[in-house]
């Protein structure tokens, strides 16, 4: 009855366990904000569940949209995140076997013969031979009374949650890189097609320039400015052309297919997406680190990390096992199925650590720091988060406002050529002056160009910066039947753009 007396302890003291784990309790460090965003003006409230919002609709560019979609299902990269979800989920479900004792069914049949001199002094007549049969069940427990296996599942729960939003931030980034590889596209698509006018406008004026020498009314040099001038605007065509290509080829990419794969759906040009009118609103600082899936990652391995310690630091206590034998043993198997051949057994059993050559403090040592490397790292999540939202919004004021300049100088340089046709066929300025009227209006309308895709860019860096648009689709199905969480994504309202 002693074995059952242990037993009963032993069981007793699991059910009290659940109020000793040894380690650190984690608590969410809290990290000190700014009050607001130095660049953001008053645009300091914040929309509803920014996350949820498919910004991108804003720019009212059906292609992109559908550019958007399809690469929220195809692309590799959230293939491989959602592989790595998978295999969290599965440490998870490991971590929490360990709270239930393994079951063994094993069976043997034993044929022996002794040997004659098997014992000392003693003497046979022959070896005994003689067959055992055995079936039975085997179960082993661990007993958690420390809770290493809390803490280990506490560790991969955060591991867990931790993948889940690694998977939301690749969605994120991947929705910023469709649309600044899309405006790219539209961007040097545009640019092309004023180098293309403005080189055929060149062409003109060579035809025209030549004409005029062979009458003798110009000299040879004003023939070799203008064909020198279309020379230059020729030599930027084979550039433009090639950022073009890339841009379809890095589309095609991040939708998961050949490079090539887009390039007649994409090759028809259409104008460069424009953002909408409403002001959008950043919020403050200190909601990054609700909005941003890559802080909240961060967090949760820092989580994970500290649990570890505790998982560490259980290796200096004991550990308690519990190992039950039931089943039926016979010489006999005519005999093998009675009561007679039932046999059972129970071993409690303990492990004392008393000596590991400093192997175990050793271990928590390295695990506390583990925690403060990504203690140290969370903080830094979040100094980059606050300086992307900072540069993404000093870049877009900033582009706007050289917009408004660009606008008026494209403008102006557009009447200038007028005027300089007007004034030479008059007599009254050189050729130079057309020639230079010319190039000032091509790097005018260029310029501007420029400035329109770098606005939307900046404005892409910021949606990205402030979190908005990884849950605004069902594509994260990261989580399988009976999962938390299962459930797809919210569908999102657009949100419109800033107006420039």
Avoid at 10 to 23: D, F, H, M, P, R
Avoid at 78 to 97: I, K, Y
Avoid at 327 to 342: I, K
């Amino acid at each position: 009855m002693s074995a059952w007396r242990v037993l009963a302890a032993l069981i007793l003291a699991l059910a009290c366990a659940g109020c000793a784990a040894v380690g650190p309790d984690y608590a969410r460090p809290e990290l000190a904000a700014p009050e607001g965003f130095s660049e953001a003006g008053d645009a300091s409230a914040v929309p509803p569940a920014l996350e949820l919002a498919a910004w991108w609709r804003g720019f009212g560019d059906p292609e992109l949209d559908s550019l958007m979609e399809r690469a929220a299902r195809s692309n590799l990269d959230l293939e491989q995140a959602r592989a790595r979800v998978a295999q969290a989920r599965a440490t998870l479900r490991s971590a929490r076997g360990g709270f239930w004792p393994t079951l063994d069914a094993s069976g043997e049949v034993d044929r022996s013969k002794d040997s004659k001199n098997a014992v000392e002094g003693a003497t046979y007549s022959s070896g005994k031979t003689s067959t055992l049969y055995k079936a039975g069940f085997d179960a082993s427990w661990e007993l958690d009374l420390f809770g290493r296996t809390r803490r280990s599942v506490e560790s991969a729960e955060a591991s867990l949650e931790a993948g889940r939003e690694d998977l939301h931030n690749t969605l994120l980034t991947l929705l910023g890189d469709v649309a600044t590889s899309y405006v790219s596209l539209r961007s040097n698509q545009s640019r092309l097609a004023i180098a293309r006018a403005t080189l055929e406008s060149q062409s003109q004026t060579v035809e025209v320039t030549r004409a005029r020498w062979r009458a003798g009314l110009v000299s040879r040099l004003d023939v070799t400015q203008a064909e020198s001038q279309r020379a230059g605007t020729e030599a930027d065509i084979p550039g433009l052309e090639l950022e073009i290509k890339q841009a379809m080829h890095r589309l095609a990419i991040l939708l998961g297919q050949a490079p090539g794969a887009l390039k007649s759906e994409l090759a028809a040009v259409r104008p460069l997406p424009e953002p909408g009118k409403a002001v959008l609103a950043t919020g403050l600082p200190a909601q990054l680190l609700s909005r941003r899936p890559d802080l909240r990652a961060s967090e949760r391995r820092l989580a994970a990390a500290s649990a570890d310690i505790g998982v560490a630091t259980a290796g200096l206590y004991p550990t308690f096992d519990l190992t039950l034998g039931l089943g039926l043993q016979s010489a006999g198997n005519n005999t093998f199925v009675s009561n007679a051949s039932r046999y059972w057994s129970i071993v409690p059993g303990v492990t004392i650590p008393i000596f590991s050559g400093g192997t175990t403090l050793a271990a928590i040592e390295q695990k506390r720091a583990i925690y403060d490397e990504d203690l140290a790292a969370y903080r830094a999540a979040f100094l980059t988060a606050l300086e992307d939202v900072e540069n993404a919004l000093a870049s877009y004021y900033a582009q706007t406002a050289r917009r408004v300049s660009l606008a008026e100088a494209a403008r102006t340089a557009e009447e200038s050529v007028s005027l300089a046709r007007e004034r030479y066929a008059k007599g009254l300025v050189n050729f130079l002056d057309v020639l230079s009227a010319q190039d000032t209006r091509y790097s005018a309308q260029d310029s501007l160009d420029q400035c329109r895709a770098d606005q939307l860019t900046a404005l892409v860096a910021l949606y990205k910066a402030l979190g908005g648009g990884w849950a605004a689709e069902s594509v994260v199905q990261e989580e399988d039947g009976g999962a938390a969480g299962s459930s797809p994504a919210p569908r999102a309202e657009a949100v419109a753009a800033p107006n420039p």
